[in-house]
């Protein structure tokens, strides 16, 4: 079965503090993975995605196919950093959209 | 561009009732894709739709319906509605849907059921 494992439910730091915000997948194939980030009262959006390989508001994320896992990275935290964020998979047997999300880890990055 | 927009943003309905939500995705995507958000089960796959056809669906019951109009909006229904239907529905679009694409969300409709 596919699933997205997020361990913690919960990450606080210090403002200039490393953060890794850890996503395991269950997935036989070769997924898609995305970073998702919902700020305080702001929608869902999306923040990184593996296909494209990018940096983000200083965030990257390398795909570990023999760990499967997908951990999210930043070696500076700041304030404005504080939020929800999900790890996603998209498959490439699965038409349409379908994307399986975590269950989320709320960073919070203290002054 | 104007982003997803999803209408009514609030809702109490009762027990037994069937609802309706509406989503209008970003002006040229053709693919819609719904989810529901619960503190306990967190982000699940509903259905996606693209040019008006179902093209995957999530594992809910078969109250849990939609449909995808021609000018790709898209409406979700649930009906005989019960109290762990509470929650958070969000719809997002993209341009097609494929893998990989990144997918748009709406600010969600919140529903309440009593």
């Known amino acids: 079965a596919q699933r997205v494992t997020q361990p913690e439910k919960l990450l606080s730091v210090f403002k200039g503090a490393p953060v890794e915000l850890k996503c395991n997948y269950s997935y036989s194939g070769s997924p898609e993975l995305f970073w998702y980030v919902q700020y305080s009262r702001q929608r869902l959006q999306l923040l990184l995605k593996?296909?494209s390989r990018e940096s983000i508001k200083g965030f990257t994320a390398d795909l570990n196919k023999g760990e499967t896992s997908f951990h999210l990275k930043k070696p500076f935290a700041q304030e404005e950093d504080s939020a929800m964020y999900y790890c996603a998979l998209a498959s490439i047997y699965n038409q349409g959209g379908k994307l399986i999300f975590g269950q989320g880890t709320e960073l919070s990055v203290k002054p | 561009k104007a982003g997803v927009t999803q209408t009514p943003r609030y809702l109490i309905k009762t027990r037994g009732q069937q609802v309706t939500l509406s989503c209008s995705p970003i002006?040229?995507?053709?693919?819609v894709s719904w989810y529901q958000q619960t503190p306990g089960q967190g982000l699940q796959f509903l259905f996606e739709y693209f040019s008006e056809t179902q093209r995957n669906k999530g594992n809910f019951p078969g109250r849990f319906s939609g449909r995808q109009f021609s000018n790709s909006r898209s409406e979700m229904n649930v009906s005989t509605l019960e109290l762990g239907d509470s929650a958070l529905y969000l719809c997002?679009?993209?341009?097609?849907?494929?893998?990989?694409?990144?997918?748009?969300f709406g600010p969600g409709t919140r529903l309440l059921v009593l």
């Open positions: 997002a679009s993209s341009s097609s849907g494929l893998v990989g694409e990144t997918q748009y």
């Open positions: 002006s040229g995507h053709r693919s």
């Open positions: 593996h296909i």
